[in-house]
């Protein structure tokens, strides 16, 4: 994931461990040679086209806005025909009250024939309080959890380690996150929750209280699920 970090102090560019809690709970009671967090790139603003989501602080969001906003006063400029047309003075209404184009609930429809428009603020923005700067390791996890991704855990063994995906992912693909392998010979996927982890004290107990689920390809993951993938080896 790629963080374009916008007027804020503290945040240097560069790899950043996303250092969540809840790994360090579920290492605790895991055993396992060491804990790996997962990482992310924060990345300047001249990168802002290949990022994933924004970081910024509360008076540079308004310039985000603007830039939509002046986009489209040149793309009306330019006579577009009647649905794009009809689009873009909604999109506009929208970012005059301060909206992002994430929020202004396109249609299908309108969605299409914007298609071919990129809008900055299409993308997750994160704001900077003044009391997130206090606090960097926490803002960047805030970050990665406001930016359309999520986490699962593979434990145990080598390491207890953070996985990133996007939300919505199903276990198949989060098997090609670890290795091409697994996704190709995916059997199935062992799932225990977050909770059911913390709450029976470990993957051990969790089993044993039967808090263990065995999901298909399809499964969608759900945020710091612990699974352990079976597949065929080749």
């Given amino acids: 994931m790629k963080l374009s970090i916008i007027g804020v102090p503290g945040i240097p560019l560069g790899k950043h ?24 790139d924060a990345v300047g603003e001249e990168e802002m086209a ?21 986009f489209i006063e040149t793309r009306l400029g330019r006579e577009p025909e009647e649905a794009e047309k009809r689009a873009l003075l909604r999109l506009r209404s929208v970012l005059e009250n301060e909206q992002c184009v994430s929020e202004a609930g396109l249609t299908e429809a309108e969605q299409a024939v914007l298609a071919a428009h990129a809008f900055v603020t299409t993308k997750p923005i994160v704001v900077a309080t003044p009391a997130d700067l206090e606090k960097p390791e926490m803002l960047i ?38 290795h091409s392998d697994i996704q190709k010979g995916f059997i199935r996927a062992e799932v225990i929750s977050f909770e059911d982890l913390i709450q029976a004290g470990g993957e051990t107990q969790a089993k044993r209280a039967n808090k263990q689920r065995l999901e298909t390809k399809s499964y969608v993951i759900r945020d710091y ?10």
């Fill in 17 to 40: 461990n996303v250092k969540d809690p809840r790994l360090d709970q579920v290492d605790k009671l895991v055993e396992a040679d060491k804990k790996a967090y997962l990482q992310i």
């Fill in 50 to 70: 290949t990022a994933d989501a924004f970081l910024v602080s509360s008076e540079r969001k308004p310039d985000l806005i603007l830039q939509d906003l002046e």
């Fill in 141 to 178: 996890v805030r970050a990665y959890r406001e930016s359309g991704f999520i986490s699962f855990l593979t434990v145990g063994g080598k390491e207890n380690r953070a996985w990133k995906i996007r939300q919505g992912a199903t276990a198949w693909e989060a098997a090609g996150v670890i």
């Fill in 225 to 234: 699920d612990i699974v352990n993938f079976r597949f065929n080896k080749t």
